[in-house]
């Protein structure tokens, strides 16, 4: 049972951390040895960032592991990622389903986002979209960014019975008017083809410019292409060039695509999304945001684009 110390130590070290004095880290370790489930949780997540102490996962991976035996639903969705990636156990999606529905019930945003993962692509369940999408909108509704563009990319899903592309092009530009990254490129493509809702190049363009300056390779792509063929701004093919020209070489498929076949411009459809982890994982979600090293022919060019686009 845990101690009356523990919990006074606990609060005291989250003040002094929360206030951003690194001196409530031994309290918080104290806290957490002494067995306090809320303090192992957090001492858990200082020794997987190194944040003044040494990193050490396993150590960490050993304190949510208890906390969440104590229905600790952050914890348990801690223990959830450490099977689904196999970072310090052994890869187990069974185990990893376990604990992503505990943290699920719990009440867990990213527990529930990843539990409805599970259901959209079937792993170790039956692929449900009802309840993909159930589980979804839960997250969704707790403010869990991501959760929302996994709820509008299932909407969006040809194989979902229950499709609704309208939903998901206002599930999208929703997520890109609160400043979410990952929507301006989606919420670009629903102006542009106009399908689920009236087609307007100017409100395209300017998600894509937002996009663009964030660093998404793929908005860079589409505000050469629309620059090429003169589509809600002056056609100028010199830009054009040079800004499909980086997006290839920064790492844009459509881009390359369209460099090598001149392919019509089509929407993507990007799978369900693998977040990078608290447990010290590679960013699997695209390492390359259309990063110029300064060391291409277009590192130049590419700074009065900028200026032009803004």
Known sequence: MMSLVASDTYVKAKSLLDAGDYSGVDLMKEAALAGNPYAQTCYGKILVEGDHVNKDNKKAAELFRKAAEHGIDEAQYYVGMDYYLGLTSK???????????????????KGQYYLGIFYYNGYCVYKDYGFAIRWFTMAANQGYSKARIALADAYMDLHNPNRDIKKAASLYISAAESGDVSAYYKAGMCYYRGKAIKLNYHQAIEYFRLGYKEGDVDCEF????????????????????????????????????????????????????????????????GKIRGADDGKTIFSQLLKSIKTKVN
Request: net charge negative; charged share 25%; proline share 6%.
């Open 91 to 109: 890869k187990s999606y069974k185990d990893a389903l376990k604990w992503f529905r505990l943290s699920a019930e719990n009440g867990f945003p």
């Open 222 to 285: 589409m505000l050469g292409y629309m620059y090429e063929h003169g589509q809600g701004v002056t056609q100028d093919t010199n830009i054009a060039s040079m800004m499909i020209s980086h997006a290839a070489i920064a790492g844009s498929d459509d881009a390359r695509a369209y460099l090598d076949d001149k392919v019509p411009v089509k929407v993507k459809h990007t799978p369900m999304p693998v977040e990078e982890t608290v447990l010290n994982t590679p960013d699997v979600v």
